[in-house]
């Protein structure tokens, strides 16, 4: 009796263990990890397959899953530094807990494997421009002439200046892009502000570093940029409107700008046909900015 107990208490407690499943998402990464003798799959399509059947299974028994994003070149990296040999499946488990504390990392919430790549990937890709971002913030340094932080003061300038779009913006679930240039390549942040029941705005909080630090970037470069955001809500027509960003603040796109930068493709330059219910028109007055900065960093 007081085996089974155990049994039970066992069973009980393996209920309360969160997992985390390393994926590799493509073909490349899968044929990356068939160096290693120990990893003993053989097609990437059946991988993936075996993957879903047991994030179903853990979830069915009332298991937590997170998948994580398994990248071979930073998995063998992290054998290097950590003296591990790469080529046994516990050095690969604890690379899988690594990512879990440190990664990009989405929960299996019983969507088709198919529909969580996307996600994941997306992550991914958040988590890359959040740190690229701040690094290029944190090498600004202090100002020569007040001795302030730069990347900390446009930080502190970005995150009021997000505030206030979201506080003049209509009521409705808001998508903002902003974008960035500049070498190498130009950055692209995503934020989404949904509105609940009660009328109040809901934020990813990741998103929200994200997208503030990014903005953050182009103002203290003064860097080529803009913010657009669209408004959705029942019963009323889309409304699309942005601003360029132009010197440590933004500038106001117009109606027709607005209308030029959707219904343009920015391969050809040819005319897109406008989307239907949807405004194109100029944002709101944001208001008072509040204290800007003392000159230009």
């Known amino acids: 009796m007081a085996h089974t107990d155990h049994q039970t208490m066992r069973r009980v407690l393996r ?11 493509d073909e490349h990464d899968f044929r990356a990890m068939r160096r290693y003798r120990s990893f003993t799959f053989d097609d990437h399509t059946r991988y993936l397959q075996q993957v879903e059947a047991l994030l179903r299974t853990r979830a069915s028994q009332g298991s937590h899953t997170t998948v994580a994003l398994f990248d071979p070149e930073e998995y063998a990296d992290f054998c290097a530094d950590t003296g591990l040999d790469p080529d046994i499946a516990s050095s690969r488990t604890r690379f899988t807990a690594e990512l879990a504390a440190t990664g ?26 959040w740190e690229y971002a701040s690094t290029l913030l944190a090498r600004l340094g202090a100002c020569a002439s007040c001795g302030e932080d730069i990347g900390r003061a446009a930080f502190t300038w970005a995150s009021g200046l997000l505030a206030r779009i979201l506080d003049t913006a209509p009521r409705g679930n808001h998508h903002l892009v902003c974008s960035v240039s500049g070498a190498p390549e ?32 182009g103002l203290a470069t003064q860097s080529p940029g803009g913010l ?19 010197g440590e603040g933004v500038e106001p796109l117009t109606a027709g700008e607005v209308f030029d930068a959707y219904c343009t493709d920015i391969e050809s330059g040819d005319l897109i046909s406008p989307e239907s219910d949807v405004d194109y028109c100029a944002p709101p007055d944001l208001g008072p900015a509040g204290p800007t900065p003392g000159h230009r960093h």
Do not use: C, K, N
Request: glycine share 6%.
């Open 15 to 25: 209920r309360e263990i969160a997992g985390t499943i390393g994926l590799l998402t």
């Open 104 to 129: 990009p990392t989405v929960p299996y919430d019983g969507r088709p494997l198919a529909d969580l790549l996307p996600a994941l990937i997306d992550e991914a890709v958040r988590q890359a421009t």
């Open 186 to 217: 130009t950055l692209v942040s995503v934020l989404h502000a949904d509105m609940d029941s009660d009328g109040a705005t809901r934020l990813d909080e990741a998103e929200a570093l994200e997208f503030t630090t990014v903005l953050a970037l």
């Open 228 to 246: 657009v955001m669209r408004t959705s809500a029942p019963g009323t027509t889309d409304r699309i409107y942005g601003w360029r960003l132009r």
